[in-house]
């Protein structure tokens, strides 16, 4: 498959970007100052980022919360309610179907675990368990001992939390979406700092994907390929594009200043809300009601998409109509 960056186009985007500011209130929120010790803490970001894969499934239109979320809604209602789900030492004695009870309850919008809304129960079950079993005979039943293991490091002569953590199911990404997820949470609320921030591997899930091909900075020369993309065709592997836009990511940090991390609080709301199904640049509505965006970002205004002015899509219906390779993964 013919994959290449167009590098003028991101270019054009970084110049934008340059402005961009994360709202305050987003990095305030709930999930990232809840009253609890580190540990606590930690284990409430790795294991909700471990089954953090495919959420298209997830949501409780009651509370108007879909996807991310309600993961994090879920697990504070989990942190409240002293839930053994967040204990790994009782987690590691239980079965896959104690397991999958607790995450069916904890997702259904009404408690009824018929009505859960998360889906592929079964395979997240056994990632909490897979973590939960190591963590007891490794570290003591402690995420904390865990992550200190790696003193800061990501990448230290097998001893970096990409190194350790990839033998984990749930983390076992090559790119190392949910392990850099995790981190950020950790970061943003403080009870993590990494020293080699340069080995940084950028976030990319299907949302920041689609927002980058449709924007022109990741081009698609295949012409057979641009069918299977803007019909959603199921493909085996999302390769080259995922990792053309991971260098993508890291090109739009460098030139428009804004850190690596930072970039994920703004394409993932890109493509969940404003760059959806339906496009705020034709329809002038956003997918999300409050806009994912305006929460992440400080915006005077938001009447039309943040990169509507340099978007190639914006204007192209034939870019407009990309969608993200379509496969099937638990890597995001």
């Not at 970007?17 to 929120?29: C, E, Q, S, V, Y």
């Not at 009870?101 to 395979?123: A, M, V």
């Not at 940090?253 to 959806?276: M, Q, T, Y």
């Not at 914006?314 to 969608?323: A, G, I």
Request: glycine share 6%.
């Amino acid at each position: 498959m013919g994959v290449r960056l167009n590098h003028t186009q991101i270019d054009n985007v970084a110049s934008v970007l340059k402005g961009a500011t994360i709202n305050p209130d987003f990095l305030g929120r709930e999930f990232l100052h809840f009253n609890a010790d580190r540990e606590t803490k930690l284990r409430v970001y790795f294991l909700s980022a471990a089954i953090c894969h495919q959420t298209r499934t997830l949501q409780h239109p009651e509370l108007n919360l879909y996807g991310w979320e309600y993961m994090e809604y879920g697990f504070l209602q989990l942190l409240h309610q002293k839930n053994p789900l967040l204990n790994p030492g009782y987690l590691s004695i239980c079965s896959n179907q104690d397991v999958e009870g607790l995450l069916k309850q904890t997702f259904s919008p009404d408690g009824n675990p018929e009505n859960c809304t998360l889906d592929r129960i079964e395979e997240r079950s056994l990632m909490l368990l897979d973590i939960c079993r190591i963590v007891k005979a490794r570290y003591g039943s402690r995420i904390s001992t865990l992550i200190d293991n790696a003193n800061g490091f990501l990448v230290n002569n097998g001893k970096g939390l990409y190194e350790i953590l990839s033998a984990f199911m749930g983390f076992s990404d090559p790119q190392k979406k949910k392990i850099t997820f995790f981190i950020k949470l950790a970061m943003d609320a403080g009870v993590i700092n990494i020293k080699d921030t340069e080995n940084l591997i950028p976030i990319m899930d299907y949302h920041m994907q689609r927002v980058l091909l449709r924007t022109g900075c990741v081009v698609v020369d295949d012409p057979d390929e641009m069918i299977k993309l803007r019909a959603k065709t199921p493909v085996l592997t999302d390769e080259p594009i995922r990792g053309k836009c991971i260098a993508a990511l890291r090109l739009l940090s460098k030139k428009s200043g804004l850190e690596l991390l930072s970039l994920n609080d703004i394409f993932w709301p890109l493509g969940r809300s404003c760059c959806h199904e339906t496009t705020l640049c034709t329809t002038g509505t956003c997918a999300k009601t409050p806009c994912t965006l305006t929460q992440t970002l400080s915006l005077k205004t938001h009447e039309k998409c943040l990169l509507q002015e340099v978007c190639i899509g914006s204007l192209d219906e034939s870019v407009r109509s990309l969608y993200e390779p379509f496969v099937e993964t638990h890597y995001y």
